[in-house]
Structures are given as structure tokens and as C-alpha cells.
T-cell receptor, first 113, second 120 residues
């Protein structure tokens, strides 16, 4: 099992550029989420999905789009990158098992200049 | 909405000693789950231990144990016999047991994190 695979691991963007962070899981998990990690603020939820075709906003959704066409994939799109989006991004998945912890990807460090 | 607070930005411990990391949370729910995650310099998020709110017994995983005080909404992590490999950022996290229509069920709410340094 590969678990949760995130690509790329590092990325530098110029302000105004767009890009997609890829996330794939092979555990048949229903729930997938994107978090961003900033110093002193822990991890904050951007968007999440409870299954293919169903997505919803988290705590900090502005500037990001998501879609869930398959159970396995949950890409995060930055529409027009801004320096405030410089962060470490994590994709995570979990199943319906009561109290199951999330499985996290290895993270993407994004710098917007 | 739930909130999770870790009031210790940094902690340090001598190798082989015991350290306790604090976490408090706020919720109106009676059924939920609490987690401690470890993030070493590699950035990987590693589940350390979990606690189910309806269980009174404190969870234990080898050298890691929790002190869960439901009425006080407190969830501290005790690391015994600290090792150099325990040095990391530690996050406390909350997860609802039941969501409204099942959509918030999978959300994790994190605290700000505590950086643990282990001195040889």
C-alpha cells in the first residue's frame, strides 16, 4: 500500500500563476481533506470531500478549488497564487471507522514569490 | 465549532526523563475522538495515540500515555523514558464522532502545536 501520495514535494510559483497539487490514496477511503500548515497556527482545513462528487469548504477555502471525480484522487487547485498562500500543504484521508485517525501525505512546501 | 488549544509552544526534556504536553479543547459534543500526532523534521504526520471520549480508561501506547479529563476538557500526552527520536512537533487534534448529515464527521481540528526538544 502506498497510502496517500502527494505531488510535488516542493514548488515555487510566481504571484498570479495557477497550479494543481495532486493527491491520491489507494486505501478506498471515503473522506479526503486538504490542510495547510503555517507557523504557530497548526493545520487548518481548506476543503474536504466525503466521497466522489461531494466536496465542501473548510476553515480557509478562499483562493482554492477542489473536485473529487474518483474515490482515489482529490486535487487542490490554486487559481491565482498569492504570497499569503506560501505554506506547507497536506492531503489526508480516512475511512468511516469510528475514531480512525487520518493517513497523511508527505506534504508540499509551496512558496509564492 | 470546536477549538483545540496547546498552550506550550516549546518544551524540553532530558533523555530518559518524562515530559507532559498539554492540550485543552472546547466542544458541546459528548461523543468525539482525540488524537496526538507527531511531526518530525521530515514533515511526515505520524499518529501517536488516540482516545475515544466515551471510554474512561486512558489510552496507552508503549512509552506514550494520555491523561484524559473529559469534564475539564483536557487531553495531555505523557512521554516516558524520552528518547532523542521523540524530538518533534506534537499536535493535539479533535474529531467529531457524528457529523451533521455525515459531512463534518471526517474533519480534524488541530491545536497550534508544541515543539519538543530532547537533550542528551
Amino acid at each position: 500500500n502506498a497510502g496517500v501520495t502527494q505531488t510535488p514535494k516542493f514548488q515555487v510559483l510566481k504571484t498570479g500563476q495557477s497550479m494543481t497539487l495532486q493527491c491520491a490514496q489507494d486505501m478506498n477511503h471515503e473522506y479526503m481533506s486538504w490542510y495547510r500548515q503555517d507557523p504557530g497556527m497548526g493545520l487548518r482545513l481548506i476543503h474536504y470531500s466525503v466521497g466522489a462528487g461531494i466536496t465542501d469548504q473548510g476553515e480557509v477555502p478562499n483562493g482554492y478549488n477542489v473536485s473529487r471525480s474518483t474515490t482515489e484522487d482529490f486535487p487542490l487547485r490554486l487559481l491565482s497564487a498569492a504570497p499569503s498562500q506560501t505554506s506547507v500543504y497536506f492531503c489526508a484521508s480516512t475511512d468511516r471507522g469510528q475514531g480512525a485517525g487520518y493517513t497523511f501525505g508527505s506534504g508540499t512546501r509551496l512558496t509564492v514569490v | 465549532a470546536q477549538t483545540v488549544t496547546q498552550s506550550q509552544p516549546e518544551m524540553s526534556v532530558q533523555e530518559a526523563e518524562t515530559v507532559t504536553l498539554s492540550c485543552t479543547y472546547d466542544t458541546s459534543e459528548s461523543d468525539y475522538y482525540l488524537f496526538w500526532y507527531k511531526q518530525p523534521p521530515s514533515r511526515q504526520m505520524i499518529l501517536v495515540i488516540r482516545q475515544e471520549a466515551y471510554k474512561q480508561q486512558n489510552a496507552t501506547e508503549n512509552r506514550f500515555s494520555v491523561n484524559f479529563q473529559k469534564a475539564a476538557k483536557s487531553f495531555s500526552l505523557k512521554i516516558s523514558d524520552s528518547q532523542l527520536g521523540d524530538a518533534a512537533m506534537y499536535f493535539c487534534a479533535y474529531r467529531s464522532a457524528w457529523g451533521d448529515g455525515g459531512t463534518s464527521y471526517g474533519k480534524l481540528t488541530f491545536g497550534q502545536g508544541t515543539i519538543l526538544t530532547v537533550h542528551p
